[in-house]
T-cell receptor
Framework: DVKVTQSSRYLVKRTGEKVFLECVQDMDHENMFWYRQDPGLGLRLIYFSYDVKMKEKGDIPEGYSVSREKKERFSLILESASTNQTSMYLC???????????????FGEGSRLTVL | KNEVEQSPQNLTAQEGEFITINCSYSVGISALHWLQQHPGGGIVSLFMLSSGKKKHGRLIATINIQEKHSSLHITASHPRDSAVYICAVSPGNQFYFGTGTSLTVIP
């Protein structure tokens, strides 16, 4: 069974703390994504990575960075957490498309982060 | 700007009813995805389609590429179908998501 695993389901952090959210997939997927999900706003892309050591900014990258040192692992880093980063964070992965093909998207269970 | 629009935003149905959720999009796409998210849960992919119609159990998804429109139908709805249904389109490497349709099926 394919799997995208996020390291923590629930985290509570204080303003200014550094936060690491880890995501691991076991499907040998090239593409990995970090989204945040907020009520009324839907899913918004923070960063995505199309291969190892490759990354591109999404719609809301400010305040976040990412790391993709190994194909199976994509980490999201909040250098200095702020209260407006309280949200649900979702990692996803998919096989790279070729010739216009778009692979199915697989999501992790999500990490609910509260910043006090 | 919203590349993907879903309707309705909220839907309440009696168990057994036939349900339709609509999705319209404004970009060229290689595929459209229907996703399901149960309360407090992760998101699972229901369908990925680029033309025609797909069926899985009581769920049916259709797409009209010319009209840039897709529908998700649920036949004989059941309380366990209560969830948020999200439409997503992919013109390339990235995805555009609708804000979701929250479905509640009452026994």
């Amino acid at each position: 069974d394919v799997k995208v695993t996020q390291s923590s389901r629930y985290l509570v952090k204080r303003t200014g703390e550094k936060v690491f959210l880890e995501c691991v997939q076991d499907m040998d997927h090239e593409n990995m994504f970090w989204y945040r999900q907020d009520p009324g706003l839907g899913l918004r892309l923070i960063y995505f990575s199309y291969d190892v050591k490759m990354k591109e900014k999404g719609d809301i990258p400010e305040g976040y960075s990412v790391s993709r040192e190994k194909k199976e692992r994509f980490s999201l880093i909040l250098e200095s957490a702020s209260t407006n980063q309280t949200s649900m964070y979702l990692c996803a992965s998919r096989k790279r498309g070729r010739g216009g093909y778009t692979g199915e998207l697989f999501f992790g269970e999500g990490s609910r982060l509260t910043v006090l | 700007k919203n590349e993907v629009e879903q309707s309705p935003q909220n839907l309440t149905a009696q168990e057994g009813e036939f349900i339709t959720i609509n999705c319209s999009y404004s970009v060229g796409i290689s595929a459209l995805h229907w996703l399901q998210q149960h309360p407090g849960g992760g998101i699972v992919s229901l369908f990925m389609l680029s033309s025609g119609k797909k069926k899985h159990g009581r769920l049916i998804a259709t797409i009209n590429i010319q009209e840039k429109h897709s529908s998700l139908h649920i036949t004989a709805s059941h309380p366990r179908d209560s969830a948020v249904y999200i439409c997503a389109v992919s013109p390339g490497n990235q995805f555009y998501f609708g804000t979701g349709t929250s479905l509640t099926v009452i026994p």
